[in-house]
């Protein structure tokens, strides 16, 4: 097993487009995260996944952002109209179980730079 | 509300002395609590973890907190710095009381370690 992997790792893009990231989680693991990380904070939740139930978004989760985790393996995270404020590190973790008290294993990421 | 209290954006210290990393919590549950690590161009790292058993946690490279509630704190130690601990370090709370373990992280400490 590899760990966390997302695509790409780094996205730069125009103002108003849409761009698309992939996170696959290590194998076997039921639950996955996105966070998202601007410059000199600490990551920030988005949204979670249990298998391919979407079960809590964040209220920075506008309605420009959609994930999704079809057949409960790998994740999207999907911005539309892109916008400045967006630029950011997007970060993907993968847990086994539904305790609080599991690791969260976390991606490289995938720095996104909008213009 | 849960949430973490870093209380040094930045620390210096010099090879072979002790480090001390200082982090806050409030929490309306028993929480849990983890000190994650991040080097530059690599994914977040778990260093230990706190969840309700031994107040006195022991992590990877030589790393230890202690959870003290009449305090709310959890700070971070260790007693002899090493040149490869300088990274960025996170303090992390997750909401107990059956609530989703989503993570709630502290704005960061940056450790610098001079030769």
């Known amino acids: 097993d590899t760990g966390v992997s997302q695509d790409p790792r780094h996205k730069i893009t125009k103002r108003g487009q849409n761009v698309t990231f992939r996170c696959d989680p290590i194998?076997?693991?039921?639950?996955l995260y996105w966070y998202r990380q601007t410059l000199g904070q600490g990551p920030e939740f988005l949204t979670y996944?249990?298998?391919?139930?979407?079960?809590?978004k964040s209220r920075l989760l506008s309605d420009r952002f959609s994930a999704e985790r079809p057949k409960g393996s790998f994740s999207t995270l999907e911005i539309q109209r892109t916008e400045q404020g967006d630029s950011a590190m997007y970060l993907c973790?993968?847990?086994?179980?539904?305790?609080?008290?599991?690791?969260?294993?976390f991606g490289p990421g995938t720095r996104l730079t909008v213009l | 509300a849960q949430s973490v209290t870093q209380l040094d954006s930045h620390v210096s210290v010099s090879e072979g002395t002790p480090v001390l990393l200082r982090c806050n919590y409030s929490?309306?549950?028993?929480?849990?609590l983890f000190w994650y690590v991040q080097h530059p161009n690599k994914g977040l790292q778990l260093l230990l973890k706190?969840?309700?058993?031994?107040?006195l946690v022991k992590g990877i490279n030589g790393f230890e907190a202690e959870f003290k509630k009449s305090e709310t704190s959890f700070h971070l130690t260790k007693p002899s710095a090493h040149m490869s601990d300088a990274a960025e370090y996170f303090c992390?709370?997750?909401?107990?009381?059956?609530?989703?373990?989503?993570?709630?992280f502290g704005t960061g400490t940056l450790l610098a370690v001079q030769p």
């Open positions: 973790a993968s847990s086994q179980g539904t305790s609080g008290h599991n690791e969260q294993f």
């Open positions: 194998s076997e693991h039921n639950r």
């Open positions: 996944f249990q298998n391919e139930a979407q079960l809590e």
């Open positions: 929490s309306s549950y028993s929480p849990s």
């Open positions: 706190y969840t309700s058993a031994a107040t």
């Open positions: 992390v709370v997750t909401p107990g009381g059956g609530a989703t373990n989503k993570l709630i």
